[in-house]
């Protein structure tokens, strides 16, 4: 597997864990924990959640741009397209 096809697939695997640590956090108000225990459970998990789903964007975010940029640009939006 080349280097960069094996980035990419640990991009999307931070970015996945990102959004399942997401999810986590609305599972937390239904534990039985005292209200201190939750907080830094939520606190935990947005922390996690960030520091995942930057991770993935920084691998994959230049890929992702160089491969997208004409769909990126403003200026080509509201042309015609000539096909």
Known sequence: MQKSKLLI???IILIVVSC???GFIFAVPFLTLTAAQKGIIVTILVISMEITW???VALIGNQLLTKYRKYLNPCAWWKKRLH
């Open 20 to 22: 399942i640590l997401f």
């Open 9 to 11: 697939i640990i991009a």
């Open 54 to 56: 930057w991770a993935g």
